[in-house]
């Protein structure tokens, strides 16, 4: 079992930054690929980033390229995800998740463990 927990969600002007982290506990965190969600009111929840176990290859969807930084501590156990030049669009609930592959999590395949999320309002 994997248990995980984000933190650092808020409320931000638009063109603000937040760093949201993920704090992993249970099995091995580097022994997983690790990623995060969004889910806004009313929308289907939607890949954001991910990365690999030993944090040397990322993936972005197309709305975060160029604005949201993946990385990863493996010794602190911890994924953080730094947004910069934030949007209104941008207002969900983050999740991160544990999984066996960092390329296909985009696809949603390979997700073992989900955190609860951490809110996330940008006002513009």
């Known amino acids: 079992q994997v248990q995980l927990v984000e933190s650092g969600g808020g409320l931000v002007q638009a063109g603000g930054s937040l760093r949201l982290s993920c704090a992993a506990s249970?099995?091995?965190?580097?022994?997983?690929?690790m990623g995060w969600f969004r889910q806004a009111p009313g929308k289907e929840r939607e890949f954001v980033a991910a990365?690999?176990?030993?944090?040397?290859?990322?993936d972005y969807g197309d709305p975060v390229k160029g604005r949201f930084t993946i990385s990863r501590d493996n010794g602190e156990n911890t994924l953080y995800l730094q947004m910069n030049s934030l949007k209104p669009e941008d207002t969900a609930a983050y999740l991160c998740?544990?999984?066996?592959?960092?390329?296909?999590?985009?696809?949603?395949?390979?997700?073992?463990?989900w955190g609860k999320g951490t809110l996330v309002t940008v006002s513009s």
């Open positions: 998740a544990a999984g066996t592959s960092g390329f296909t999590m985009r696809y949603y395949r390979g997700i073992e463990y």
């Open positions: 249970g099995r091995t965190f580097s022994g997983y690929a």
């Open positions: 990365i690999t176990r030993s944090g040397g290859t990322t």
